[in-house]
Nanobody, 124 residues
């Protein structure tokens, strides 16, 4: 298991940028693909982005493609989500998650460890 803690959320105007971080503890960070999900009020948790254990493969939801970039630093055990050109519809609680193995899954049930979430609010 890996423990995850997100940071970097906040309030930003539409068109602005934020960078989320997800710090992991445990010795097996390299064994996990990492993902970002978000959940808006009264909506289901949805996939945002994922990155393979090596960082060589990434996946994005269509709604964020071209605006968000996922990355990771295995030496520091940190995953990042750079969010640019933010829109009001990006407002949500953002969660990082870890999935054991080599794939970069989009499904919530593929992820075995979750952070507590960080709020991102985009004002229009």
């Amino acid at each position: 298991q890996v423990q995850l803690v997100e940071s970097g959320g906040g309030l930003v105007q539409a068109g602005g940028s934020l960078r989320l971080s997800c710090a992991a503890s445990g010795r097996t960070f390299r064994s996990y693909a990492m993902g970002w999900f978000r959940q808006a009020p009264e909506k289901e948790r949805e996939f945002v982005a994922a990155i393979s254990w090596s960082g060589g493969r990434t996946e994005y939801a269509d709604s964020v493609k071209g605006r968000f970039t996922v990355s990771r630093d295995n030496a520091k055990k940190v995953e990042y989500l750079q969010m640019n050109s933010l829109k009001s519809e990006d407002t949500a609680v953002y969660y990082c998650a870890a999935s054991p193995g080599f794939a970069t899954p989009r499904g919530v049930t593929n992820y075995t460890s979750w952070g507590q979430g960080t709020q991102v609010t985009v004002s229009s």
